[in-house]
């Protein structure tokens, strides 16, 4: 498992004040449907039991990190918001608000386990992704429109959201989407050779870095 950090989802919790009770709503919400338990991805970065929390927290960290450095720290997002946005971006791939994971374990023809122990779940809401966390997030907690924005593209151009908004986004978007990249793409695991080699032709870059997210 990819720790980059010793940050810990009660280390997130420290910098949430003005929304705490709604916060630990949602999250005992979210640990009732596998939070802490989902992978990250099917075949990618953390593609194991409790990838799913950890590359929350690796974004978290890196997202941190950056709205403390110019020019972002003038952007004055607090630490809560920070702390929001980048815990929960990912948090419908443990479920839809549904009941229905995204993940669900793959099997040979055989009954073997496949060697990609994921597939995407066929009877999860049929929405994008982004706006599957952002629609489940914003249930519980209030949000700001940069907050809500940022939970909504942070797979930058690399998916439909994304692409929808061009690139009209507040800093809070970007600086989401760069520690959610950097952290997928170059710090867990070797996921970064993978995706270059997959990506080949440059004319499908888009395509193969949407797959990665899977």
């Known amino acids: 498992m990819a720790v980059i950090g010793e940050l810990t989802v009660d280390g997130v919790l420290a910098f949430v004040h003005e929304r705490k009770s709604e916060v630990l709503a949602l999250l005992s919400y979210l640990d009732a449907r596998g939070f802490r338990e989902a992978p990250a991805s099917s075949k990618f970065h953390l593609c194991a039991p409790g990838g ?27 630490t809560e918001s920070c702390a929001i946005v980048a815990l929960f971006h990912d948090c419908y791939k443990c479920t839809d608000g549904f009941d229905n994971p995204y993940y ?31 629609l489940i997030v914003s249930r519980f907690v209030p949000l700001s429109e940069d907050e809500l924005q940022a939970i909504f593209s942070h797979d930058g151009l690399f998916c439909e959201e994304g692409r929808s908004v061009g690139l009209d986004w507040s800093p809070l978007a970007w600086m989401l989407h760069f520690a959610d990249f950097y952290a997928g793409v170059f710090q867990e695991g070797d996921s970064s050779k993978r995706i270059i080699a997959d990506i080949g032709d440059r004319n499908n870059a888009f395509f193969c870095l949407d797959k990665f997210s899977d």
């Not at 890196?62 to 972002?72: D, E, Q, R, S, Y």
């Not at 597939?119 to 982004?130: E, F, M, P, Q």
């Open 52 to 78: 799913l929390v950890q590359h929350s927290l690796n974004v978290t960290e890196n997202l941190l990190a950056v709205n403390g450095i110019k020019p972002f720290s003038v952007s004055g997002y607090s």
């Open 104 to 134: 669900v374990d793959k099997f040979n023809k055989d009954g073997a386990r496949s060697k990609i122990p994921y597939a995407r779940n066929k009877a999860t809401l049929a929405v994008g992704s982004a706006y599957k966390s952002a």
